[in-house]
């Protein structure tokens, strides 16, 4: 059963960069089969999808966020990150790390618990 | 991106009773349709895959269908664990993007 865990900072202020890392138990980031994934939850805009890494490294971005967005993956650690940079009130958020998967079951979206990140003043 | 717009944004509903929730896309997306239910403080859970694809352990209560444009949630014979909001989400193209939700009430 692959789990997953976010973990970072609850509060980050105005301008700067949040980090997030999400860390990867029952499974492997190098296997080629998931697209490892980043959504947030806001009360005003909903959910909304961020962006993926595959295990090469190839990396997709929502156009919308793409210029202050990073995704990327630690081998070493089972691990992969969010960098979203020059943070703003509208960023606060639940964000979610997240699996997607197709297999034999079909398609799905395996998500973590979720970390409140505020932007401060 | 494509929008996804669901129907109603809440609902009122009692024990025992039956639901439909919609969700209509800007554009085709064939049946590339999932379906989550969010809890309080809660990551969504996915019920549905492939606009009519149950989810391993989703009661059968629970069903879904469309393709193209037009999608449904049916909740049969509501039980109080089901009273949460319900979202939908396309995944035929990137961006991926998730309806505004729905909130189901006990009435």
């Known amino acids: 059963q692959v789990q997953l865990l976010e973990s970072g900072p609850g509060l980050v202020k105005s301008s700067e960069t949040l980090s997030l890392t999400c860390t990867v138990s029952g499974g492997s980031v190098s296997s080629n089969s998931y697209y490892w994934t980043w959504i947030r939850q806001t009360p005003g805009k909903g959910l909304e999808w961020i962006g993926y890494?595959?295990?090469?490294?190839?990396?997709k971005y929502n156009p919308s966020l793409e210029s202050r967005v990073s995704i990327s993956v630690d081998t070493s650690k089972n691990q992969f990150s969010l960098k979203l940079s020059s943070m703003t009130a509208a960023d606060t958020a639940v964000y979610y790390c997240?699996?997607?998967?197709?297999?034999?079951?079909?398609?799905?979206?395996?998500w973590g618990q979720g970390s409140l990140v505020t932007v401060s003043s | 991106d494509i929008q996804m717009t669901q129907s109603p944004s809440s609902l009122s509903a009692s024990i025992g009773d039956r639901v439909t929730i919609t969700c209509r896309a800007s554009?085709?997306?064939?049946?590339?349709l999932a379906w989550y239910q969010q809890k309080p403080g809660k990551a969504p859970k996915s019920l549905i895959s492939a606009a009519s694809r149950l989810r391993s352990g989703v009661p059968s209560r629970f069903s879904g269908s469309g393709s193209g444009t037009d999608f449904t949630l049916t909740i049969s014979n509501l039980q109080p664990e089901d009273f949460a909001t319900y979202y939908c989400?396309?995944?035929?193209?990137?961006?991926?993007?998730f309806g505004q939700g729905t909130k189901l009430e006990i009435k």
């Open positions: 989400q396309q995944y035929n193209s990137y961006p991926y993007t």
């Open positions: 997240a699996r997607e998967v197709m297999d034999s079951s079909g398609w799905y979206l395996s």
């Open positions: 554009q085709v997306i064939s049946n590339y």
């Open positions: 890494i595959y295990f090469s490294g190839y990396t």
